[in-house]
């Protein structure tokens, strides 16, 4: 499985943006997905996952009640809509995947990486 994240950008507080998952490979609707995000000079630090079916979902307590994340397994596609964006929201935003119906919470289950989409938020 090879990923894609996009959709980054410079926004102010307050705003919303929507990043893109996109991947490659028929098996993609095997995957649970992670969304992952790693601001300058900090680890990388998990954001929200979703189970190969969406039907589980969990979220960092950072981001509860503004993001929210979806798939679309026909499009190969995971979704994160941010919505209230803070500035400590700035970072390099990853999307992951893992064979597998479980999502997870820790960077070292993930198996496929995408190369990262830059967000900014300005206060």
């Known amino acids: 499985v090879q990923l894609q994240a996009s959709g980054g950008g410079l926004v102010q507080a307050g705003d919303s943006l929507r990043l893109s998952c996109l991947a490659s490979?028929?098996?993609?609707?095997?995957?649970?997905v992670g969304w992952f995000r790693q601001a300058p000079g900090k680890e990388r630090e998990f954001v929200v996952s979703?189970?190969?079916?969406?039907?589980?979902?969990n979220h960092a307590d950072s981001v509860k009640g503004r993001f929210a994340v979806s798939r679309d397994n026909a499009k190969n596609t995971v979704y994160l809509q941010m919505n209230r964006l803070k500035p400590e929201d700035t970072a390099i935003y990853y999307c992951?995947?893992?064979?597998?119906?479980?999502?997870?919470?820790?960077?070292?289950?993930?198996?496929?990486w995408g190369q990262g989409t830059q967000v900014t938020v300005s206060s």
């Open positions: 979703i189970s190969r079916g969406g039907g589980t979902i």
């Open positions: 490979g028929r098996t993609f609707s095997n995957n649970a």
């Open positions: 992951a995947a893992v064979p597998g119906p479980i999502s997870s919470r820790y960077v070292r289950d993930y198996d496929y």
